[in-house]
């Protein structure tokens, strides 16, 4: 079975602030590619990270950062000293063997104090 | 690039109204999806098509739904009829379904809210 699990449902943290959104994921594909997706208070879902089942680097980019680790099957993401513009509910999702089926988790609301 | 447009970006209909959604996908991208979000029930897939073919139906919700993509540039989604829990947020996304570098990631549409009064 492909799953995400965001326990995560509503974060609220003041500006410069740093906080985690947790991810976990599920599947029995051993080539498999997860995402995280934004999608800001306009609506649309805007593309953030693919990363694929064989690099387990982290990655950081600017004020984000994301922790991919196999052993607990988490991609978490991070947002280093928070701004407003942050605010946001953030998707991530599985894509697996196939390359064309996705599965997103429930989504994680974070809203940025100022 | 344009992206992925989606028409209309915001429809009110009465219950039992046909309602029609528009999708023109990134040009060479060869798979495509429809997608719904309600607070309820979050991003749920209706459907797919690879190269214009429809892969997997299986989330599409009952009859009224029906989806087609006549060719590579442009796929509908209609409700006939439609009903007060069909009211969502519709979005179309495209991606190029290949294994390859930069390939798989999903471009999304700016949505179409359906509200059916």
């Known amino acids: 079975a492909q799953k995400v699990t965001q326990a995560q449902t509503e974060i609220s943290v003041v500006e410069k602030e740093d906080v985690t959104l947790d991810c976990v994921y599920e599947?029995?594909?051993?080539?498999?590619?997860l995402f995280w997706y934004k999608q800001p208070p306009s609506g649309e879902l805007v593309f953030l990270i693919r990363?694929?089942?064989?690099?387990?680097q982290n990655e950081i980019s600017g004020r984000y950062s994301w922790n991919f680790q196999k052993s607990t099957s988490s991609f978490n993401f991070t947002i280093t000293a928070s701004q407003v513009v942050d605010s946001a509910v953030y998707f991530c999702?599985?894509?697996?063997?196939?390359?064309?089926?996705?599965?997103f988790g429930t989504g994680t609301s974070l809203t940025v104090i100022p | 690039d344009a992206g992925v447009i989606q028409s209309p970006r915001h429809e009110v209909t009465e219950m039992g109204q046909e309602v029609t959604l528009r999708c023109k996908p990134i040009?060479?991208?060869?798979?495509l999806f429809w997608y719904r979000q309600t607070m309820m029930r979050g991003l749920e897939l209706l459907i797919y098509?690879?190269?214009?073919?429809?892969?997997?139906d299986s989330g599409m919700p009952e009859d009224r739904f029906s989806a087609k993509m006549p060719n590579a540039s442009f796929s509908t989604l209609k409700i006939q009829p439609s009903e007060p829990r069909d009211s969502a947020v519709y979005f179309c996304?495209?991606?190029?379904?290949?294994?390859?570098?930069?390939?798989?990631?999903?471009?999304f549409g700016a949505g179409s809210r359906l509200t059916v009064l």
């Open positions: 996304a495209s991606s190029l379904g290949q294994r390859s570098s930069g390939a798989n990631v999903l471009t």
């Open positions: 599947t029995r594909d051993t080539t498999y590619y």
């Open positions: 990363r694929n089942s064989f690099d387990e």
């Open positions: 999702a599985l894509s697996g063997n196939t390359g064309n089926q996705f599965y």
């Open positions: 040009s060479g991208h060869n798979s």
């Open positions: 098509f690879n190269n214009n073919v429809p892969i997997d």
